[in-house]
């Protein structure tokens, strides 16, 4: 059973471009969650879709950054104009559906994408 | 507001020592709390999943406690080998599906 794939690995861009990150959950896992970890800081929330729909995207900023999880296919992450201050690694994480919903299923992490700006 | 800390925030030891790192948190209306692992350059490992009304889960070597009303979690490492070298976090979830991650305490274990 694959774990959860996210690439690009790496990711080099300059300002101003845009940035997609692409996250495939575990099989059988219908909730995604996306954090970012700066350098030198902890990991935090930004965004939490289950398929076609955003649940929760209290963590992410307000402008340029767009998140999705279609009917068909991966997650998307999208970052538009990217600025140095975007780059961080990002991580990727699923679970499953149990009696309660999510929240008493564990998430599992991708490896994550490191997003570098030029 | 949530806060998660991790103390120490690194830690030394020679092979075979047995460990506690030590996980808080400051609001006490939490649903889990989840211990990781990080390797350098590599995505988070789950090592244990403590339910709120649960006191302690474990998986082999690891023996991780709750202790809901204090705000504290331990996460125990027996007999410590060289390749349990890595960042070890811990992350609450409140009421919501998002985790609150703590800093980490960065573990070396030399042979």
């Known amino acids: 059973n694959a774990g959860v794939m996210q690439n690009p690995r790496h990711l080099v861009r300059r300002r101003g471009q845009e940035a997609r990150l692409r996250c495939s959950p575990m099989k059988g896992h219908s909730h995604v969650y996306w954090y970012r970890q700066l350098p030198e800081e902890g990991l935090k929330f930004m965004v939490y879709l289950q398929k076609e729909n955003i649940i929760d995207e209290s963590g992410m900023p307000k402008e340029r950054f767009s998140a999705e999880f279609p009917k068909e296919g991966p997650s998307i992450l999208r970052i538009q104009q990217v600025v140095r201050g975007d780059s961080a690694a990002y991580f990727c994480?699923?679970?499953?559906?149990?009696?309660?919903?999510?929240?008493?299923?564990?998430?599992?992490f991708g490896d994550g994408t490191r997003l570098s700006i030029l | 507001k949530q806060e998660v800390t991790q103390i120490p925030a690194a830690l030394s030891v020679p092979e075979g020592e047995n460990l506690v790192l030590n996980c808080s948190f400051t609001d006490s209306a939490i649903y889990n709390l989840q211990w990781f692992r990080q390797d350098p350059g590599k995505g988070l490992t789950s090592l244990l999943l403590?339910?709120?009304?649960?006191r302690e889960q474990t998986s082999g070597r690891l023996n991780a406690s709750l202790d809901k009303s204090s705000g504290r979690s331990t996460l125990y490492i027996a007999a410590s080998q060289p390749g349990d070298s890595a960042t070890y976090l811990c992350a609450v979830r409140p009421n919501t599906d998002k985790l609150i991650f703590g800093t980490g305490t960065r573990l070396q274990v030399f042979p």
């Open positions: 403590i339910q709120s009304s649960q």
């Open positions: 994480a699923s679970s499953q559906s149990g009696t309660g919903g999510a929240r008493n299923q564990p998430q599992h």
